[in-house]
């Protein structure tokens, strides 16, 4: 089995059937073209437990405690759970807030980036060609060196704390915990955060997606990245059979329009998608890793990858709370057409983050290996 | 001749990949040994080593590592 899902059929059906779930979670409640979106969930999570305080986007999406949980019993399964860590933590932490910055500049993570491609959102171009550029630039600093240095092996313990924090948010949705009178945990009543598949449902979907992709190494910035590194299209089939499938069953479910106005929860602003998605692209491929293979990864035990996800989390709330994250485009009273973008302050955010990657990239380098022993 | 060892234990995708076709680059005759710790690595380089002609064979250590050894 193991063979399988690491051979060209595998990658494929693991990338179709997340295209396929993802667009089905839509037509199961989820809010339009945002089956999944790692970026967009954690978002919603970083809400609900009050490190933001946007009344629209707070709920604890299902999805991603599944994507942890899935993964960890595919590496139990499979004896592939290794705790592991220490490899530039802060560093990484770092990378995982400016990549949040860079998506909700963008409005989505490189997943959600394909699934409003293939529901036919032409804003998503300007976001791929953005992330694109970005995982380019990474595997340059990849190719000339660049290495956030070794991990190594923890406790098992260590291990759990993820996976554990996870069951801590999904008890914390299904009793609906409330810390006090206008306290967390939040759940929004109107907006994205208010529009969500039935939790068994969402659930389900994430522990799914969790497994197939620990089995089968789905990253969506990796294909890039391997396609430009070492010319390999094996991640790359993955990701074009998730585009495909979506593709179809938007058709198939009527959730195909395509254009460039109105598009849900998208804005015009193609400047800020592409710079947005080029810091999200750089941080990920400086990381190692897409925000879903961070995830899995840190349902294999990888704390590396847990520190990076507590990193997106943060960057969400100081999205919000520091005015960084995009508006939508919106039609005014009037008819006209607003058209969105950046928050006041995310343009400088874009920046800084753009300059501090540029800083890890030229500044951190691989300790010398070994050879001829 | 010395086998060249690459130990890409710990470094994170796709570092042990590169390290690995750096090392096909320099290799002249005998056999490669690449150390990885995790599954992905091991896939990654046995997939990059068989696609430039090598043939791999994979050694599993008590600790769970991986000797991924790489001849012509």
């Not at chain 1, 437990?49 to 949980?69: D, K, T």
């Not at chain 1, 990920?284 to 925000?291: D, I, R």
């Not at chain 2, 050694?59 to 001849?71: A, C, D, I, P, Q």
Request: charged share 15%; with cysteine.
């Amino acid at each position: 089995m193991t063979k399988f899902f690491s051979s060209k059929p595998g990658i494929v059906i693991s990338g179709a059937v997340i295209g396929l779930v993802a667009v089905l979670l839509q037509k199961f409640g989820n809010p339009a073209n945002m089956g999944v979106c790692v970026a967009c969930f954690e978002r919603d999570i970083a809400g609900a437990l009050g490190l933001h305080r946007n009344a629209a986007v707070q709920y604890i999406r299902p999805e991603i405690i599944g994507f942890v949980l899935g993964a960890m019993a595919s590496a139990l399964i499979f004896r592939e759970f290794k705790p592991r860590g220490g490899s530039s933590p802060l560093v990484r932490f770092f990378l995982g807030m400016f990549a949040m910055i860079g998506a909700l500049v963008f409005l989505g993570c490189p997943w959600r980036a394909l699934l409003r491609l293939s529901a036919g959102d032409g804003n998503a171009i300007s976001g791929i060609l953005g992330l694109f550029s970005g995982v380019v630039a990474g595997s340059i600093f990849l190719k000339k060196g660049y290495s956030l240095g070794k991990s190594v092996k923890t406790s098992y313990a260590g291990g759990l704390v993820f996976p554990i924090f996870m069951i801590a948010l999904f008890l914390f949705l299904i009793f609906r915990v409330s810390f006090g009178e206008g306290a967390p945990i939040f759940f929004s009543e109107t907006g994205p955060g208010s529009i969500f598949a039935p939790v068994l449902i969402s659930l389900g979907a994430g522990l799914l997606i969790g497994f197939l992709a620990q089995r089968s190494r789905f990253c969506t910035m990796g294909a890039v990245r391997d396609v430009v590194l070492i010319k390999d299209w094996h991640l790359m089939s993955g990701v074009t059979a998730l585009v495909l499938t979506a593709l179809v069953t938007n058709i198939i479910l009527k959730q195909f329009h395509a254009g460039f106005v109105l598009q849900p929860v998208s804005h015009s602003s193609h400047v800020w998608n592409f710079l947005g998605m080029a810091l999200a692209g750089l941080a990920f491929a400086l990381a190692g890793g897409c925000p879903g293979r961070q995830l899995f990864l840190s349902g294999e035990g990888d704390q590396d990858a847990g520190v990076f996800i507590a990193g997106m989390i943060v960057g969400a709330g100081f999205s919000h709370n520091f005015l960084l994250a995009s508006s939508p485009d919106k039609l005014s009273e009037a008819g006209t057409i607003l058209v969105g973008g950046p928050g006041l302050f995310g343009k400088y955010a874009v920046i800084m983050g753009l300059l501090f990657c540029l800083f890890v990239g030229f500044t951190m380098k691989s300790l010398k290996i070994k050879k001829g022993e | 001749m010395e086998d060249m060892i690459v130990d890409a234990r710990g470094l994170s995708c796709p570092q042990p990949v590169l390290e690995t076709l750096s090392a096909i680059k320099k290799f002249e005759e005998g056999s490669i040994i690449v150390l990885v710790d995790t599954t992905t690595s091991r896939d990654n380089v046995r997939r990059a080593a068989e696609k430039k002609g090598f043939k791999t064979e994979i050694e599993v250590s008590n600790g769970g590592e991986f000797r991924v050894k790489l001849s012509k």
